[in-house]
T-cell receptor, first 114, second 112 residues
Framework: DGGITQSPKYLFRKEGQNVTLSCEQN?????MYWYRQDPGQGLRLIYY???????QKGDIAEGYSVSREKKESFPLTVTSAQKNPTAFYLC?????????????FGSGTQLSVL | GQQVMQIPQYQHVQEGEDFTTYCNSS?????IQWYKQRPGGHPVFLIQ?????EVKKQKRLTFQFGEAKKNSSLHITATQTTDVGTYFC????????????FGTGTRLQVTL
Protein backbone atom coordinates (compact mmCIF):
# COMPACT_ATOMS: atom_id res chain seq x y z
CA ASP A 1 0.00 0.00 0.00
CA GLY A 2 1.73 3.16 -1.19
CA GLY A 3 1.97 6.28 0.91
CA ILE A 4 3.91 8.39 3.35
CA THR A 5 4.64 7.17 6.85
CA GLN A 6 5.51 9.54 9.66
CA SER A 7 6.66 8.41 13.07
CA PRO A 8 6.17 8.75 15.89
CA LYS A 9 2.61 10.04 16.03
CA TYR A 10 3.34 11.85 19.31
CA LEU A 11 6.73 13.03 20.56
CA PHE A 12 7.83 14.85 23.68
CA ARG A 13 10.97 16.91 23.91
CA LYS A 14 12.85 17.94 27.01
CA GLU A 15 14.53 21.31 27.14
CA GLY A 16 17.94 21.26 25.46
CA GLN A 17 17.21 18.01 23.65
CA ASN A 18 17.36 17.31 19.92
CA VAL A 19 14.62 15.10 18.52
CA THR A 20 14.24 13.51 15.09
CA LEU A 21 10.99 13.01 13.23
CA SER A 22 10.89 10.24 10.66
CA CYS A 23 9.32 10.45 7.21
CA GLU A 24 9.37 7.58 4.71
CA GLN A 25 7.61 7.35 1.35
CA ASN A 26 7.22 4.44 -1.07
CA UNK A 27 5.61 6.48 -3.85
CA UNK A 28 8.91 6.86 -5.72
CA UNK A 29 8.51 10.63 -5.51
CA UNK A 30 11.50 12.87 -6.15
CA UNK A 31 10.49 15.80 -3.95
CA MET A 32 9.83 15.83 -0.23
CA TYR A 33 8.78 18.61 2.16
CA TRP A 34 8.43 19.41 5.85
CA TYR A 35 5.70 21.76 7.03
CA ARG A 36 4.89 23.06 10.49
CA GLN A 37 1.30 23.72 11.54
CA ASP A 38 0.40 25.65 14.68
CA PRO A 39 -3.13 25.44 16.15
CA GLY A 40 -5.63 27.21 13.95
CA GLN A 41 -2.90 28.24 11.54
CA GLY A 42 -1.85 27.45 8.02
CA LEU A 43 1.14 25.39 6.94
CA ARG A 44 4.62 26.92 6.94
CA LEU A 45 7.47 25.35 5.01
CA ILE A 46 10.54 24.32 6.99
CA TYR A 47 12.73 22.50 4.46
CA TYR A 48 12.29 20.83 1.10
CA UNK A 49 14.27 18.52 -1.11
CA UNK A 50 13.90 18.12 -4.87
CA UNK A 51 16.41 15.31 -5.25
CA UNK A 52 18.55 12.97 -3.19
CA UNK A 53 21.53 14.58 -1.43
CA UNK A 54 20.13 18.07 -1.94
CA UNK A 55 17.76 20.22 0.12
CA GLN A 56 16.81 23.87 0.56
CA LYS A 57 15.61 26.02 3.43
CA GLY A 58 11.99 27.00 3.54
CA ASP A 59 10.47 29.99 5.28
CA ILE A 60 11.14 28.90 8.88
CA ALA A 61 14.30 26.74 8.78
CA GLU A 62 16.01 28.18 11.87
CA GLY A 63 16.34 25.59 14.62
CA TYR A 64 15.74 22.65 12.27
CA SER A 65 17.95 20.39 10.18
CA VAL A 66 17.29 17.70 7.56
CA SER A 67 19.07 15.10 5.46
CA ARG A 68 18.16 13.34 2.21
CA GLU A 69 20.51 10.38 1.87
CA LYS A 70 17.86 8.14 0.32
CA LYS A 71 15.04 8.93 -2.07
CA GLU A 72 12.44 7.45 0.22
CA SER A 73 13.55 9.11 3.47
CA PHE A 74 13.60 12.72 4.66
CA PRO A 75 14.08 12.94 8.45
CA LEU A 76 13.67 16.24 10.29
CA THR A 77 15.68 17.07 13.42
CA VAL A 78 14.28 19.68 15.79
CA THR A 79 17.31 21.08 17.57
CA SER A 80 17.61 22.73 20.96
CA ALA A 81 17.97 26.02 19.08
CA GLN A 82 14.26 25.87 18.19
CA LYS A 83 12.79 27.63 21.22
CA ASN A 84 9.14 27.08 20.39
CA PRO A 85 8.94 23.59 18.90
CA THR A 86 5.43 22.65 20.00
CA ALA A 87 3.48 22.12 16.78
CA PHE A 88 2.05 19.58 14.38
CA TYR A 89 4.69 18.53 11.83
CA LEU A 90 3.63 17.33 8.40
CA CYS A 91 5.80 15.60 5.83
CA UNK A 92 4.75 15.62 2.18
CA UNK A 93 6.00 14.42 -1.17
CA UNK A 94 5.32 15.13 -4.83
CA UNK A 95 6.26 13.45 -8.07
CA UNK A 96 8.60 16.20 -9.18
CA UNK A 97 10.22 19.16 -7.50
CA UNK A 98 10.64 21.18 -10.66
CA UNK A 99 7.16 22.65 -10.60
CA UNK A 100 5.42 21.34 -7.57
CA UNK A 101 2.07 19.73 -8.17
CA UNK A 102 -0.14 17.61 -5.99
CA UNK A 103 1.27 17.05 -2.51
CA UNK A 104 0.72 13.80 -0.66
CA PHE A 105 0.87 14.23 3.11
CA GLY A 106 1.74 11.87 5.93
CA SER A 107 -0.46 11.64 9.00
CA GLY A 108 1.77 14.00 10.98
CA THR A 109 3.72 14.09 14.24
CA GLN A 110 2.54 16.14 17.20
CA LEU A 111 5.59 17.45 19.07
CA SER A 112 5.22 18.82 22.57
CA VAL A 113 7.70 20.24 25.05
CA LEU A 114 7.90 18.72 28.53
CA GLY B 1 7.52 37.49 0.29
CA GLN B 2 4.50 35.90 -1.30
CA GLN B 3 1.39 35.93 0.87
CA VAL B 4 -1.78 33.94 0.41
CA MET B 5 -4.77 34.99 2.48
CA GLN B 6 -8.11 33.30 2.89
CA ILE B 7 -11.44 34.63 4.13
CA PRO B 8 -13.31 33.95 6.21
CA GLN B 9 -11.07 32.43 8.86
CA TYR B 10 -14.00 30.46 10.25
CA GLN B 11 -17.58 29.79 9.22
CA HIS B 12 -20.35 27.93 10.97
CA VAL B 13 -23.32 26.87 8.84
CA GLN B 14 -26.34 24.68 9.24
CA GLU B 15 -26.49 21.57 7.14
CA GLY B 16 -27.98 22.37 3.74
CA GLU B 17 -26.67 25.93 3.60
CA ASP B 18 -24.07 26.98 1.04
CA PHE B 19 -20.49 27.91 1.88
CA THR B 20 -17.80 29.88 0.08
CA THR B 21 -14.15 30.51 0.92
CA TYR B 22 -12.01 33.04 -0.92
CA CYS B 23 -8.30 32.89 -1.56
CA ASN B 24 -6.17 35.93 -2.49
CA SER B 25 -2.51 35.92 -3.44
CA SER B 26 -0.18 38.91 -3.34
CA UNK B 27 1.35 37.69 -6.62
CA UNK B 28 0.15 36.09 -9.84
CA UNK B 29 0.04 32.31 -9.60
CA UNK B 30 0.86 29.74 -12.28
CA UNK B 31 -1.69 27.46 -10.68
CA ILE B 32 -3.79 27.15 -7.54
CA GLN B 33 -4.39 24.02 -5.52
CA TRP B 34 -7.01 23.28 -2.89
CA TYR B 35 -6.66 20.92 0.07
CA LYS B 36 -9.02 19.74 2.80
CA GLN B 37 -7.90 18.85 6.32
CA ARG B 38 -10.39 17.03 8.53
CA PRO B 39 -10.13 17.67 12.29
CA GLY B 40 -7.14 15.73 13.64
CA GLY B 41 -6.13 14.71 10.14
CA HIS B 42 -3.73 15.72 7.43
CA PRO B 43 -4.33 17.84 4.31
CA VAL B 44 -5.70 15.95 1.32
CA PHE B 45 -5.44 17.28 -2.22
CA LEU B 46 -8.76 18.23 -3.80
CA ILE B 47 -7.99 19.90 -7.12
CA GLN B 48 -5.62 22.02 -9.18
CA UNK B 49 -6.62 24.93 -11.42
CA UNK B 50 -4.26 26.22 -14.07
CA UNK B 51 -6.03 28.42 -16.59
CA UNK B 52 -7.24 31.98 -16.10
CA UNK B 53 -10.98 31.99 -15.37
CA GLU B 54 -11.07 28.20 -15.03
CA VAL B 55 -14.04 26.61 -13.26
CA LYS B 56 -14.08 23.00 -12.11
CA LYS B 57 -16.74 21.03 -10.29
CA GLN B 58 -16.56 18.03 -8.04
CA LYS B 59 -20.10 17.01 -7.09
CA ARG B 60 -21.23 19.78 -4.70
CA LEU B 61 -17.87 21.61 -4.79
CA THR B 62 -17.16 24.34 -7.36
CA PHE B 63 -13.68 25.76 -7.74
CA GLN B 64 -12.85 28.94 -9.62
CA PHE B 65 -9.56 30.58 -10.63
CA GLY B 66 -9.69 34.33 -11.17
CA GLU B 67 -9.05 36.03 -14.49
CA ALA B 68 -5.91 37.70 -13.16
CA LYS B 69 -4.75 34.40 -11.59
CA LYS B 70 -4.37 36.07 -8.21
CA ASN B 71 -7.51 34.80 -6.55
CA SER B 72 -9.63 31.71 -6.29
CA SER B 73 -12.76 30.49 -4.59
CA LEU B 74 -14.30 27.26 -3.38
CA HIS B 75 -18.07 27.04 -3.14
CA ILE B 76 -19.90 24.16 -1.50
CA THR B 77 -23.58 23.77 -2.30
CA ALA B 78 -25.89 22.33 0.33
CA THR B 79 -23.26 21.52 2.94
CA GLN B 80 -23.23 18.21 4.77
CA THR B 81 -21.60 17.25 8.06
CA THR B 82 -18.98 15.37 6.06
CA ASP B 83 -17.77 18.75 4.72
CA VAL B 84 -16.45 19.74 8.17
CA GLY B 85 -12.77 20.61 8.14
CA THR B 86 -10.29 23.29 7.15
CA TYR B 87 -9.91 24.21 3.49
CA PHE B 88 -6.57 25.51 2.28
CA CYS B 89 -5.58 27.01 -1.02
CA UNK B 90 -1.94 26.85 -2.10
CA UNK B 91 0.11 28.26 -4.92
CA UNK B 92 3.69 27.88 -6.19
CA UNK B 93 6.11 30.36 -4.71
CA UNK B 94 7.00 33.21 -7.03
CA UNK B 95 10.70 32.74 -6.30
CA UNK B 96 10.73 29.06 -7.11
CA UNK B 97 7.97 26.86 -8.42
CA UNK B 98 9.45 24.04 -6.38
CA UNK B 99 7.54 24.91 -3.24
CA UNK B 100 3.96 25.70 -2.35
CA UNK B 101 2.82 28.60 -0.20
CA PHE B 102 -0.34 27.71 1.69
CA GLY B 103 -3.16 30.07 2.51
CA THR B 104 -4.24 30.77 6.04
CA GLY B 105 -7.15 28.35 5.75
CA THR B 106 -10.91 28.52 6.36
CA ARG B 107 -12.37 26.29 9.04
CA LEU B 108 -15.88 25.08 8.26
CA GLN B 109 -18.20 23.81 10.94
CA VAL B 110 -21.52 22.25 9.90
CA THR B 111 -24.29 21.50 12.36
CA LEU B 112 -27.61 19.71 11.91
Amino acid sequence: DGGITQSPKYLFRKEGQNVTLSCEQNLNHDAMYWYRQDPGQGLRLIYYSQIVNDFQKGDIAEGYSVSREKKESFPLTVTSAQKNPTAFYLCASSTTGGSVEKLFFGSGTQLSVL
Amino acid sequence: GQQVMQIPQYQHVQEGEDFTTYCNSSTTLSNIQWYKQRPGGHPVFLIQLVKSGEVKKQKRLTFQFGEAKKNSSLHITATQTTDVGTYFCAGPDTGTASKLTFGTGTRLQVTL
